[in-house]
């Protein structure tokens, strides 16, 4: 890289806000997927104006800019996969207002999910996407992967809880759509723009609507001999039309792992545990987890139990949303998958995914948001093995075929990235994509932001061009 | 008729069929837009005859408009140029319903009420109580965005659509988001249809998330004497535990339109109604019923009555249907849909009130509690439009305040005061260029409705 680059960019920002030696990079190479990339250079700005200006002088220089918030992402989204720099929003981490009489929060990018709904506790609110990585993940990078999570059942994902956004365009302009309002007269661009995973503009600050706490929270533990049994109580709640605020699915392989990690309490020996939670009025809690628990007992749990006191009721949570890094415990590599299907084609599904595990010799664990159909299969494998890792690829490109198949999709909260992108003709056709590529390029016109994400390579025709992602080649054939 | 005119419809009956292609008689004449009317009105079967259409009428250089129901036409500025009017109805198809799994896919043309019934069968519903329910079509609700008061409980059709298909500009068949309830899959290119007005794609299907009906609903009104007690009202309500399935305040006027009928005749007029619906198990529906009860004592509420099991409905339905009854009771009515804050709604309130005085003109507002206010205003002389004239872009001026942060887009207003695209949408955003780079990428030729959307696209 041009050393005048360095030179330029160190004296637009704060001091230590740029990192360029090898050993500075290596930390941001990877991020939550399986992928790697080596930035040139790692910039932290502290506004609005320095990201304005960074994206200027990558525009000079016509190098790459990637948007970094956490790096927990599960896609590549926030990997630098054609060089370039990478903008991390640590810097940019201030909750800028919390409206409580409008219902609303104001904040920079890099704020932590979970560090907002502790700002607001007290005032008996919350941020409703609580992704399982919710203690480390950034606002920021929710909007650019318009997160989900085990309440988005009940609350949905996150671009149902942006209202505005202000926005620094690949010329470096700045510009704000949106505000507190629910709606904007014109066309619907925060709606559009989030879940764009950073490759349509890069976003410096957020307005999101803040939740009232419900009065009472029941969560539930069914546990179960059999998977099928398991499955089918989801679709029947799903069927008899209770909706539950989450509806998670953690099957005994992966049970077994949480339970020495986090000593919950989940039973070692069944094959498959629900973890449902019901919210509301004290009456709806109390006529919903009646109803729950009938389904869940014709469909012959051997238990349901419910949490008694808060601690417990976190500690089933902790168990779920500690769950993948629990599994480092038993193996040195996981590759997790985030199909979609149609809630009823649940039982066949994971039976498909325990063929598929035979099949290709592989431990595959399932954990998961079973209420709406967004399945997440960690496939467990040495990354030294490499004749393993071609399996886990196939393997997990046969699941995703699959989700396909019986008319789901590919991603459900975790992105296209660069894991899944040589994926999109599986849904899509050559018009659907010729007209993303030109929708993209219509904000990114030399695709400098964030190259070789969400479209399919052969796509891009002025884009940058870079070696495959090993998951995304195989995968693809 | 020209001969070459004579040629197109000759190529427009080759791709649809003799019978759906019309010149002339009523079939044209209900599709007027803002004074113009459509030189064909043709009647496509499938999105495949759609993309042809588009594709004839980009290299012909024609303007097409998407149609179904024909009751929000007048809603948009007014086109730059019409000459064909497709009409969706005969894609009017409910394609797929798996009710086990909550989910739906329709095509354009399929009436909402006709959806709802089907959705009812299995007790399920979409929220959209919109207006013109009685002829207004899937794809007319979505293109237009309708506001429904069930936004406050269920969200809007961006917060429930899951996909669509549909026809660009340039006559490609394309389709975004899919049809599973949770999915990042692709750019949600659906999002930017809805409330677009026909102006970057003819859509062709929708998919939705379908909603469980609740066990029990009942509904109560709450009277005030002034816009601040009953404003106060909600504010403690959205303060409380309590998730009302709607949220509605009506003004005096507004409440007279609503309130028709012998049921409501215990409704004390002059008063500012708040209008609540409670949903769910029958035990959380008596807890409505006394929690309301005492805040709605200590918020000093002239009265609160509960409405009568059987009034419910065609109250909700007088709800849905404001703007239509509006337009009804004063065909010149200028009708704004604004967006504010609950903070700013009692101001707004009053600066609006306050505008419609300065111009000589009445005012009525139904404001809901997702954050949507409906302002109609009428002239005092009805022959006259210079007192809409003058106070349109008062209100506009009066979002922009910063103290407002309010949005506004005038609905409906008679189209001879419709003579640049602000009037309709206001003064031009800052993210205006956005919008266009969205424009021409769907429709690069600018044959989709041009002109009938903010800024002039």
Redesign the interface.
């Known amino acids: 890289m041009q050393p005048q680059l360095i030179r330029d960019l160190q004296a637009l920002l704060a001091p230590g806000a740029v990192l360029y030696s090898a050993e500075d990079l290596m930390l941001y190479e990877y991020d939550g997927s399986v992928d790697l990339g080596s930035p040139r250079c790692v910039v932290f700005p502290s506004s609005a104006h320095d990201v304005s200006g960074i994206v200027k002088l990558a525009n000079r220089y016509e190098t790459p800019i990637v948007g970094r918030g956490a790096g927990t992402g599960l896609s590549g989204g926030a990997i630098a996969r054609s060089g370039g720099i990478v903008i991390v929003f640590s810097r940019m981490n201030r909750i800028l207002e919390i ?1 409580e ?4 929060a104001v904040v920079q990018p890099g704020v932590v999910n979970l560090d907002l709904s502790r700002a607001v506790e007290h005032l008996g609110l919350f941020f409703a996407p609580d992704p399982s990585s919710q203690k480390a993940c950034t606002i920021g990078g929710n909007v650019s ?2 997160s ?1 999570g085990p309440h ?1 059942l009940a609350y ?2 996150t ?2 809880h942006v209202t505005g956004i202000e926005l620094v ?1 690949t010329d470096g302009e700045i ?3 949106g ?11 925060d ?2 723009l ?3 995973e950073g490759t349509l503009a890069l976003v410096t600050e957020i307005t999101v609507r803040l939740m ?1 706490k ?2 009472a929270v029941k969560t539930l533990l069914a546990v179960y001999d059999t998977l099928d049994d398991t499955t089918e109580s989801v ?1 029947d709640i ?2 008899r ?1 209770i ?1 539950p605020a989450a509806c998670e699915m953690l099957d005994g392989f992966t049970l077994r792992a949480v339970e020495d990690y986090v000593h919950a309490g989940f039973p070692k020996d069944c094959a498959a545990v629900l973890l449902i939670e019901v919210e ?2 004290k ?2 809690v109390e ?1 919903q987890a009646a109803e729950i628990t009938e389904v869940c007992r014709e469909h012959r749990a051997r238990e349901v139990r419910a949490a008694r006191t808060d601690q417990e009721r976190n500690l089933l949570w902790r168990g779920r949303k500690e769950a993948f890094g629990a599994m480092g415990r038993i193996s040195p590599m996981y590759y997790v998958q985030d199909g ?5 084609r649940l039982p066949e599904t994971l039976r498909r995914i325990e063929e598929i595990s035979k099949k290709y010799d592989l431990l595959i664990g399932n954990i998961f ?1 079973a209420g ?3 399945l997440h299969p960690l496939i467990l494998f040495d990354e030294r093995d490499a004749a393993q890792f071609a399996r886990v690829v196939a393997a997990g490109g046969e699941i995703m075929r699959h989700c396909v198949d019986v ?10 990235g660069m894991e ?1 992108n040589e994926l ?1 003709p599986l ?3 050559s ?2 994509l ?3 590529e ?6 990114n016109p030399a695709s400098l932001l964030n190259p070789g994400k ?1 479209l399919p390579m052969g796509k891009a025709c002025g884009e940058i061009r870079v070696p495959q992602s090993p998951a995304a080649t195989a995968m693809a054939t | 008729m020209s001969q070459h005119t004579q040629a197109l419809f000759t190529r427009l009956e080759e791709i649809v069929g003799g019978p759906y292609v019309v010149t002339e008689g009523a079939e044209i004449s209900a599709r007027e837009v803002c004074g113009m009317l459509p030189a064909v009105v043709v009647r496509p079967a499938n999105a495949a005859q759609i993309a042809e259409i588009v594709q004839f009428a980009a290299t012909e250089k024609l303007a097409v408009i998407p149609t179904g129901g024909c009751s929000k036409l007048g809603i948009g500025s007014p086109p730059s140029r019409f000459d064909i009017a497709l009409d969706l109805s005969r894609l009017n198809q409910v394609l797929a319903y ?6 739906l896919g329709v095509e354009p043309g399929v009436r909402i009420e006709d959806l709802l019934r089907t959705l009812g069968e299995q ?2 519903f979409l929220p959209l109580g919109v207006p013109f329910a009685d002829r207004a079509t899937i794809g007319g609700i979505v293109a237009a ?1 309708s506001s429904s008061p069930l ?1 406050h409980a269920y ?2 059709v ?2 429930f659509c899951l996909g669509m298909e549909f026809v ?1 500009g340039e006559g ?5 988001g ?12 659906h ?2 249809l ?3 007005l026909g102006t ?1 794609a003819v859509i062709t299907r929708i998919n939705f998330r379908t909603f ?2 609740p066990q029990a609903q009942k509904t109560f009104i709450a009277s005030f004497s002034s816009a601040e007690a009953a404003l106060d009202f909600c ?1 403690s309500v ?2 409380s ?3 009302p399935q709607l949220v509605e305040v009506a003004d005096p006027s507004a409440g007279q339109l609503i309130f028709s009928g012998e049921a409501f005749a215990r409704i004390s007029p002059g008063l500012w109604s708040v209008i609540i619906t409670a949903a ?2 029958p ?2 529906v ?2 409505y019923a006394h929690e309301l009860g005492h805040m709605a004592a200590a918020a000093s509420a002239a009265e609160f009555v509960p409405v009568e099991e059987d009034a419910h409905f065609a109250l909700f339905e007088r709800i849905q249907e404001f703007p239509r009854l509006a337009l009804e009771a004063a065909p010149q009515a200028a009708i704004f849909r604004l ?5 700013a709604m009692p101001s707004l309130i009053s600066k609006l009130t306050a505008i419609a005085k300065q111009s000589h003109a009445d005012v009525a507002t139904l404001a809901r509690a ?3 206010l409906y302002a109609v205003f009428v002239a005092e002389s009805s022959e006259s439009l210079e007192s809409l004239a003058a106070a349109i872009p008062e209100v506009f001026r009066a979002c922009s305040q910063p103290e407002m ?5 005038l609905e409906w207003c008679p189209k001879e005061l419709k003579t640049a695209p602000e009037v309709v ?2 003064p031009v ?7 266009n ?2 424009k ?3 429709d690069p030729q600018n044959v989709l409705a041009p002109g009938r ?2 800024g002039g696209i």
């Open positions: 409206d009489a409008n219902l609303r992967e318009n989900g988005t949905g994902v671009t149902n365009l510009v704000r759509i505000g507190k309002n629910i709606e904007t007269a014109g066309y619907d661009l709606g559009f989030v879940g764009s009232r419900p009065e679709v799903t069927v039309a909706t509301g009025l009456e709806a006529a979609v299907i149609p809630r009823t948001h709406d159909g967004n008319g789901g999709a590919l991603t459900g909260e975790h992105g296209i899944k999109m849904i899509f056709t018009d659907d010729a007209l993303m030109r929708v993209r390029s219509a904000f969400v | 798996d009710p086990k799994d909550l989910t007790r399920q965005n936004r969200g809007a961006r917060d660009t490609a068949q394309a389709k975004s899919g049809r599973v309830v949770k999915n990042v899959t692709g750019y949600d290119l999002k930017l809805i409330g677009s970057l469980p009906m504010r959205a303060h535990v309590l998730t769910g198990q035990s959380v008596d807890r967006s504010a804050l609950p903070n997702s954050g949507i942060q309010a949005s506004a887009m949408w206001g955003r800052p993210d205006f260029e956005l919008m780079r969205v021409k990428s769907f959307f903010a």
